[in-house]
């Protein structure tokens, strides 16, 4: 008879203990059910279009007043709960469109040049200091501070733009481009620091304290613009 009561009792030991994982089971099939499983982190889960159709539901939009910016858009969404889903996991629920994969991919390398590097640093765009320079590539360059010489050696392309074919001025055929070194062929006094000819004696102007000649109007201002690249120190 004990041994009968015992049989009994374990199985309905058993039997509950059976019907507990079953309601446990339902239960956390019922918690995640609407719930991204963990293999499913890195896949695309939006179902809308974000537009006429809720980017995370795919519903139809009854109106357009709930919404967030995603990749410099405007995205809606059916309710605010989506809209917060979509906030923590973006990448998830909007895709980006081509247009906006094809600027991410060149955001790294986008043109970031402020100055000329000659009067003006090409790092902040402020006035440079004459005695700080760099050389990228054969190319001299002049920024205002120390730090902004060793960020333009690093990445010369972001911030230097490329040099154009050296213009002609007037006939003289003095380069208009940058400069990299001295480049001064008179004395300013009876000869044209840009070219070399003979100056004239109407083209005249004060820079770094001194009256300077020049052949023509376009020299006057090339020697301006970079008076340490064409006039000899006194």
Same mark, same amino acid.
């Given at each position: ?5 015992? &049989? ?11 019907? !507990? ?24 889960? #939006? %179902? #809308?279009? *974000? ?8 519903? +139809? ?6 919404? *967030? +910016? ?9 309710? *605010? *709960? ?12 909007? @895709? ?23 009067? !003006?640093?090409?790092?902040?765009? +402020?006035?440079?200091? %004459?005695?700080?320079? #760099? ?17 333009? +050696?690093?990445?010369?392309? &972001? ?30 006094? !009876? ?12 083209? @005249?102007?004060?820079? #770094? ?10 020299? &006057? ?9 064409? &006039?000899? @120190?006194?």
């Amino acid at each position: 008879m004990k041994i009968k009561n015992c &049989l009994v009792y374990v199985s309905c030991l058993v039997a509950l203990l059976l019907a !507990t994982a079953a309601t446990g089971m339902a239960q956390t099939s019922h918690q995640h059910e609407n719930q991204p499983a963990a293999s499913d982190a890195r896949k695309f889960l #939006g %179902k #809308g279009d *974000g537009v006429t159709t809720c980017a995370v539901t795919g519903e +139809e939009l009854a109106d357009k007043s709930i919404h *967030g +910016e995603f990749y410099g858009r405007t995205v809606y969404f059916c309710c *605010g *709960g989506c809209l917060a889903k979509a906030q923590q996991n973006a990448a998830l629920y909007v @895709k980006p469109t081509a247009v906006e994969q094809a600027k991410a991919a060149t955001a790294g390398s986008q043109f970031l040049g402020k100055g000329d590097g000659i009067e !003006t640093c090409p790092v902040t765009g +402020e006035a440079v200091n %004459k005695s700080l320079k #760099g050389e990228v590539n054969g190319r001299t360059f002049y920024v205002c501070c120390a730090g902004c010489i060793e960020t333009v +050696e690093e990445n010369p392309e &972001l911030y230097l733009k490329p040099e154009k074919a050296s213009d002609k001025h007037g006939d003289h055929g003095a380069a208009s481009g940058t400069p990299s070194g001295f480049l001064g062929k008179g004395d300013g006094v !009876t000869t044209c620091p840009v070219t070399g000819e003979p100056i004239s004696k109407d083209v @005249k102007a004060q820079i #770094g304290g001194r009256t300077v000649y020049a052949c023509c109007a376009g020299c &006057l201002a090339t020697i301006s613009k970079n008076p340490d690249l064409y &006039l000899k @120190k006194n």
